[in-house]
């Protein structure tokens, strides 16, 4: 089975602190995603990655940043957390080719609180 | 205007019960569509995706309407399980699976 794995699942941090939330996919994936997924509002794009080394913005970059130095990972970072960054985080990767919801994977996501 | 809109409800509904959730969607130049499942505090699920034919799985169908720039989800016969939310989610064209959600449409079965 695809894994996308999220390694901190709930997360509790003070306004001003630098995070980082990490994500691992096991199927060799060329694209990686970062979500954000707020009440009422969906899944936003933060930030995606179609190549080792290469991102891209997605609709909502502001105070994030990510990075990608192996094909495996994508880590997302908080400069510095601020209150109105509590959300919960999804990491996704998909296959190119077709774009098809078939070849999304979601990791379990990452319960951000910031105080 | 939200690019892909859908009723936040929630739907309370009988089991065995069937009913229908719609959404639209504002960039003519999206390219595929899909229903994804999430259950509370978990990840999305594709649940099926959405051909212009329309297309059935089980007691799921889903319909698009290009024209209209509209999509809708009926479910049948409806199950405790059933009770999540539904996403409605379409891509554009341009490649990497760029995806754009729609922010979910409760549903509760009871008993």
């Known amino acids: 089975d695809v894994k996308v794995t999220q390694s901190s699942r709930y997360l509790v941090k003070r306004t001003g602190e630098k995070v980082f939330l990490e994500c691992v996919q096991d199927m060799d994936h060329e694209n990686m995603f970062w979500y954000r997924q707020d009440p009422g509002l969906g899944l936003r794009l933060i930030y995606f990655s179609y190549d080792v080394k290469m991102k891209e913005k997605g609709d909502i970059p502001e105070g994030y940043s990510v990075s990608r130095e192996k094909k495996e990972r994508f880590s997302l970072i908080l400069e510095s957390a601020s209150t109105n960054q509590t959300s919960m985080y999804l990491c996704?990767?998909?296959?190119?080719?077709?774009?098809?919801?078939?070849?999304?994977?979601f990791g379990e996501g990452s319960w951000l609180t910031v105080v | 205007r939200k690019e892909v809109e859908q009723d936040p409800g929630p739907f309370n509904v009988p089991e065995g019960a069937t009913v229908a959730f719609n959404c639209t969607y504002s960039?003519?130049?999206?390219?595929?569509f899909f229903w994804y499942r999430q259950d509370c505090r978990k990840e999305p699920k594709l649940l099926m995706s959405?051909?212009?034919s329309g297309n059935e799985d089980g007691r799921f169908t889903a319909q698009l309407n290009r024209a209209s720039q509209y999509i809708s989800l009926l479910i049948r016969d409806s199950k405790l399980s059933d009770s999540a939310t539904y996403l409605c989610?379409?891509?554009?064209?341009?490649?990497?699976?760029?995806?754009?959600f729609g922010a979910g449409t409760r549903l509760a079965v009871h008993p």
């Open positions: 996704a990767s998909s296959t190119n080719g077709w774009a098809g919801g078939n070849t999304i994977y």
């Open positions: 959405v051909y212009s």
């Open positions: 960039n003519s130049a999206s390219q595929s």
């Open positions: 989610v379409v891509s554009l064209s341009g490649g990497y699976n760029k995806l754009i």
